[in-house]
Structures are given as structure tokens and as C-alpha cells.
């Protein structure tokens, strides 16, 4: 057993280092120019120094820079990784790492046992999903200053998925594998912090930047982790951030424990927020925020469903029971819970194409419709093409049950169709548009995020068809009715 600042005994999990990554404060990198951030190079001191009292034997380290994918954690399945500096100038900076195998195992055994969903990579498998078996920048840029002073420690790697579903329960479950080994093991959240913070550079300038920082500084001080996990995501996503699922997963492993924070700096040099901090965890347990937040989120739930329409409220009973059982909704059964005669007759009188959108955490998680009309209403039509949007759509794996909770969908019934000669019939929050040419035929809704202008709808909906920029086309457009 080891001794806490506290003085308490500790178990073999030594606490959560949190720490940024920018290239520029490794002095031959920088050149100089790591100056700018002095107060960075401090507080990496201090962690270096919190490092080389603990003596970690392995640190399991959390970069938002591997390979990231949509809705899995990915854990690098090696036992050795190597990274190098050269796509920052600087070939000649070299870092191998051994893996900590028995720790690895026993992470990738919690998580199947867990139903935390992950994918193991290795030499074998990366080419088939496009990943790089490396010690990445953020990876390296802490651990080069750790290893000034100790360096035989292991590693194991890992990058959080995009869709924060069960990061934080994926931290509990990592702190669950290193307390059942016999290693002494630190956690390490690589995290930079809103890069959009200068006014000078309008370009990448944003208010929120300031929030989301303040709120994940304040949070780490004061030790109230909770204001992170339930951050507003109209905070996070306009931060344009690259730390937030790496401190999450990191708090996850404090999860149901009394810590110390220390906050050792904090500044934003070059437009980007940079924070270095130690969280220690105590042997005295506390409520588990895990279930806190499961509470919170399963209340923000039942809200949105008291406020949905008739129309989304079908679709996401669909999507539920086809999630749960794998079987179709039977409208005949479900219409009797329906005390609307009104809306019966709305659902079974109307014919017309509809599309059923899905999104979680404001991503797309799924999309499918009929231009047309393909069933006798839109009750079957809505019931359908819900289904298809969350299981069948392309782009993404289909949707798993502990996501539906999460889940923010809207259903767009399509007006008639009508053919326009010239773009500037068009209008992108009015009207959705359809291109055709020689049978291809691609379709985008209207008022849809990021799409701001008649040529880029446009010219999505030929990607979507595959037809070519050159190609002359046939242009219709449409109206909908959007509900959510």
C-alpha cells in the first residue's frame, strides 16, 4: 500500500493526471516559442514531480488523438507501440512503450462483461479499420515530460469513442480492471481545451470556448465532476474541444470515491485552453455519480417524451421495440393507447413520404425516408422507415439498446413534389431538394445544420446519388412538415 497526500493508504490506482498536449511546449519543437507557455511548463513540473513521487508501474493513457471512432473505445492490442514527432517537424523524437498486457486483458474482459462497447486493434486488424498502431501526439507530448525522470513504466492506450453514451462508466470499469491487478497504475487524460478562444481569429472564434473552459476548470477545482459529465452540449460542441472524453472516461475512474483535486495551471497562449491538474482518490467511498446521472438522463427523457408529437412519439416506439425485441410495432395494438381519435385518423387517412431523422448528443446517428409514398399511410410508413433509419441505415452500425435513452429523433412528412428550372427557386430552410439523372436519384431534407447555401444542398444530394459535379440535372424541390 502507498500513502496520499492525506496520508491515507491508497490502493494500487494512484489517481488522474490531466495534462494538454501541444507540440510547441516540447522545447525542440517549440524552439523557444514554449515560453509562450510558461505557466503550461510549470504545471507539467508539478505533474512530473507527482509522477516520480507515485512511481507508477503503468499508466493507462487516454488520447482524443488515436484512432476514433463513432460509437467505440478504441484500445490499441499490442505489446509495443513506438510514435515519433514528424508530422510536427521533428523525426528525430522517438518514444517506445511497452504495453501492460495483464492490465489489458483484464480492461478488455470488464468491458465485454460490462457491455462497454470497444474494439481491440491490432497489426492484424488495422488496416480494415483504417488505423495507425502508434503512440500519437497525445500520447507523447506528456509522457516525453514524465520520462525525464522515470521511464520503465508501461502503457495501455486508448482513445474514446465520439458518442460519450458510457464513457464514464468506462472510466469505473478501467478502475475496476487496475484494482483487481497488481499494478501500481495512474490514469492519464490527454486533453487540450477549447481551441477557439481568440478573437482575433474569427475564423475559429466562439463564446462558448470560454464557457466550456470554465466550466471544466471550475468543475476540476471545486471537485464538482458532475457539471462536466452533464455539460449542455450546445456548450461542448461549440468549444471545438478535444479534451472532454478524455477527462470524462478519467473521472469515471474516481467514480463512487472522495478525491482531491489540484488545479495547477491553467492558460490559453495560443487560442487554445491548456490545463494541468492531479486528482487524487481516497479510500472513503461516496455516492456513485454514475447513478446520478442515469437519473438525470432517464428525467430529461421521459421530458422530451411528454413534449414529442404523435408522429415521433410512433417512431421512437418503434425504434424501441425493434431495438428490445426485434420485432415490428403493431400499429393495430398500439393505435388503442392513442385517445386522440383525431390523430388515428391523421395516421391512417394521410399518404405521404416521410423520413424518420435520429440523432444522439446532436450527431447523426441515422436517416432513412421515401420520397413517395410506400404504404397504405404514414403510420406504416413512419413505422417503417424508423426501423430502417436505426438498424439498416449505411453509415452507421445499428442502434443498441443502452443508446435509446440518448436518442433525439424528428419525422419530416414531404409535401408535393415540384419540378424548378432555375436554383434560384430553391431555398435551403424552406425546401428540401431532389436531383436526378439517368435513374440516380439523391434527396436532402431542408433546414438541415452546416447547410447554408442552395449549392451546397445541391451538391450534397449529388454525393449522396453519386453523380458528378458536371452532370446536368434534373432539380425538383418540396416543403415539409417537421416534427419533433
Given at each position: 500500500?502507498?500513502?496520499?497526500?492525506?496520508?491515507?493508504?491508497?490502493?494500487?490506482?494512484?489517481?488522474?493526471?490531466?495534462?494538454?498536449?501541444?507540440?510547441?511546449?516540447?522545447?525542440?519543437?517549440?524552439?523557444?516559442?514554449?515560453?509562450?507557455?510558461?505557466?503550461?511548463?510549470?504545471?507539467?513540473?508539478?505533474?512530473?514531480?507527482?509522477?516520480?513521487?507515485?512511481?507508477?508501474?503503468?499508466?493507462?493513457?487516454?488520447?482524443?488523438?488515436?484512432?476514433?471512432?463513432?460509437?467505440?473505445?478504441?484500445?490499441?492490442?499490442?505489446?509495443?507501440?513506438?510514435?515519433?514527432?514528424?508530422?510536427?517537424?521533428?523525426?528525430?523524437?522517438?518514444?517506445?512503450?511497452?504495453?501492460d498486457t495483464t492490465l489489458l486483458k483484464k480492461i478488455e474482459k470488464a468491458f465485454i462483461e460490462k457491455d462497454i462497447y470497444h474494439i481491440m486493434v491490432s497489426r492484424e486488424n488495422a488496416e480494415d479499420c483504417s488505423c495507425e498502431i502508434e503512440i500519437d501526439h497525445g500520447c507523447f507530448v506528456p509522457l516525453s515530460f514524465f520520462d525525464r525522470i522515470v521511464d520503465k513504466y508501461k502503457i495501455v492506450h486508448i482513445t474514446p469513442a465520439h458518442d460519450m453514451t458510457n464513457l464514464y462508466e468506462a472510466g469505473k470499469v478501467i478502475r475496476e480492471a487496475i484494482e483487481e491487478s497488481d499494478t501500481k497504475t495512474m490514469v492519464l487524460a490527454s486533453a487540450d481545451l477549447s481551441h477557439c478562444l481568440e478573437h482575433e481569429m474569427q475564423t475559429r472564434y466562439n463564446p462558448k470556448g470560454k464557457i466550456f473552459d470554465e466550466t471544466i476548470t471550475k468543475s476540476i477545482k471545486n471537485g464538482r465532476f458532475e457539471d462536466i459529465i452533464d455539460m449542455d452540449e450546445n456548450i461542448y460542441k461549440n468549444a471545438a474541444e478535444c479534451g472532454l472524453r478524455p477527462i470524462i472516461i478519467a473521472l469515471g475512474a474516481l467514480d463512487g470515491h472522495v478525491s482531491i483535486s489540484k488545479m495547477y495551471s491553467y492558460e490559453a497562449p495560443f487560442g487554445v485552453g491548456y490545463m494541468t491538474a492531479f486528482i487524487e482518490s481516497l479510500s472513503e467511498k461516496k455516492e456513485s455519480l454514475l447513478e446520478e446521472h442515469r437519473i438525470r438522463k432517464t428525467e430529461r427523457y421521459e421530458n422530451i417524451?411528454?413534449?414529442?408529437?404523435?408522429?415521433?412519439?410512433?417512431?421512437?416506439?418503434?425504434?424501441?421495440?425493434?431495438?428490445?425485441?426485434?420485432?415490428?410495432?403493431?400499429?393495430?395494438?398500439?393505435?388503442?393507447?392513442?385517445?386522440?381519435?383525431?390523430?388515428?385518423?391523421?395516421?391512417?387517412?394521410?399518404?405521404?413520404?416521410?423520413?424518420?431523422?435520429i440523432h444522439k448528443n446532436g450527431i447523426l446517428r441515422g436517416c432513412i425516408g421515401t420520397i413517395?409514398?410506400?404504404?397504405?399511410?404514414?403510420?406504416?410508413?413512419?413505422?417503417?422507415?424508423?426501423?430502417?433509419?436505426?438498424?439498416?441505415?449505411?453509415?452507421?452500425?445499428?442502434?443498441?439498446?443502452?443508446?435509446?435513452?440518448?436518442?433525439?429523433?424528428?419525422?419530416?412528412?414531404?409535401?408535393?413534389?415540384?419540378?424548378?428550372?432555375?436554383?434560384?427557386?430553391?431555398?435551403?430552410?424552406?425546401?428540401?431538394?431532389?436531383?436526378?439523372?439517368?435513374?440516380?436519384?439523391?434527396?436532402?431534407?431542408?433546414?438541415?445544420?452546416?447547410?447554408?447555401?442552395?449549392?451546397?444542398?445541391?451538391?450534397?444530394?449529388?454525393?449522396?446519388?453519386?453523380?458528378?459535379?458536371?452532370?446536368?440535372?434534373?432539380?425538383?424541390?418540396?416543403?415539409?412538415?417537421?416534427?419533433?
Amino acid at each position: 500500500m502507498i500513502k496520499s497526500f492525506g496520508g491515507e493508504e491508497m490502493s494500487n490506482f494512484l489517481g488522474v493526471l490531466i495534462a494538454p498536449h501541444p507540440p510547441i511546449i516540447i522545447s525542440e519543437v517549440g524552439m523557444g516559442r514554449e515560453l509562450e507557455a510558461q505557466s503550461t511548463l510549470n504545471g507539467m513540473e508539478k505533474l512530473v514531480e507527482i509522477v516520480r513521487i507515485k512511481k507508477p508501474e503503468t499508466i493507462v493513457c487516454i488520447t482524443p488523438h488515436g484512432n476514433v471512432f463513432a460509437d467505440g473505445i478504441c484500445v490499441l492490442d499490442e505489446k509495443k507501440l513506438a510514435g515519433t514527432l514528424e508530422k510536427f517537424g521533428m523525426a528525430k523524437l522517438v518514444m517506445e512503450k511497452e504495453i501492460d498486457t495483464t492490465l489489458l486483458k483484464k480492461i478488455e474482459k470488464a468491458f465485454i462483461e460490462k457491455d462497454i462497447y470497444h474494439i481491440m486493434v491490432s497489426r492484424e486488424n488495422a488496416e480494415d479499420c483504417s488505423c495507425e498502431i502508434e503512440i500519437d501526439h497525445g500520447c507523447f507530448v506528456p509522457l516525453s515530460f514524465f520520462d525525464r525522470i522515470v521511464d520503465k513504466y508501461k502503457i495501455v492506450h486508448i482513445t474514446p469513442a465520439h458518442d460519450m453514451t458510457n464513457l464514464y462508466e468506462a472510466g469505473k470499469v478501467i478502475r475496476e480492471a487496475i484494482e483487481e491487478s497488481d499494478t501500481k497504475t495512474m490514469v492519464l487524460a490527454s486533453a487540450d481545451l477549447s481551441h477557439c478562444l481568440e478573437h482575433e481569429m474569427q475564423t475559429r472564434y466562439n463564446p462558448k470556448g470560454k464557457i466550456f473552459d470554465e466550466t471544466i476548470t471550475k468543475s476540476i477545482k471545486n471537485g464538482r465532476f458532475e457539471d462536466i459529465i452533464d455539460m449542455d452540449e450546445n456548450i461542448y460542441k461549440n468549444a471545438a474541444e478535444c479534451g472532454l472524453r478524455p477527462i470524462i472516461i478519467a473521472l469515471g475512474a474516481l467514480d463512487g470515491h472522495v478525491s482531491i483535486s489540484k488545479m495547477y495551471s491553467y492558460e490559453a497562449p495560443f487560442g487554445v485552453g491548456y490545463m494541468t491538474a492531479f486528482i487524487e482518490s481516497l479510500s472513503e467511498k461516496k455516492e456513485s455519480l454514475l447513478e446520478e446521472h442515469r437519473i438525470r438522463k432517464t428525467e430529461r427523457y421521459e421530458n422530451i417524451r411528454r413534449s414529442e408529437s404523435i408522429f415521433v412519439t410512433l417512431a421512437r416506439e418503434t425504434i424501441e421495440v425493434w431495438v428490445k425485441t426485434g420485432t415490428r410495432l403493431d400499429w393495430h395494438k398500439y393505435k388503442g393507447i392513442i385517445l386522440q381519435s383525431d390523430l388515428i385518423r391523421k395516421l391512417e387517412e394521410t399518404k405521404a413520404g416521410t423520413f424518420v431523422s435520429i440523432h444522439k448528443n446532436g450527431i447523426l446517428r441515422g436517416c432513412i425516408g421515401t420520397i413517395a409514398s410506400a404504404y397504405p399511410n404514414i403510420a406504416h410508413e413512419i413505422i417503417s422507415n424508423a426501423i430502417q433509419a436505426s438498424t439498416y441505415d449505411p453509415r452507421f452500425e445499428a442502434i443498441r439498446e443502452d443508446e435509446l435513452l440518448a436518442l433525439e429523433i424528428k419525422v419530416d412528412v414531404l409535401g408535393e413534389i415540384e419540378e424548378v428550372q432555375d436554383i434560384g427557386e430553391l431555398d435551403v430552410e424552406k425546401y428540401g431538394v431532389i436531383v436526378e439523372y439517368k435513374g440516380r436519384r439523391g434527396l436532402l431534407l431542408p433546414n438541415i445544420d452546416g447547410v447554408k447555401t442552395v449549392s451546397e444542398q445541391i451538391s450534397i444530394a449529388k454525393q449522396k446519388a453519386g453523380i458528378s459535379d458536371d452532370k446536368q440535372i434534373k432539380l425538383s424541390r418540396f416543403e415539409v412538415t417537421r416534427y419533433s
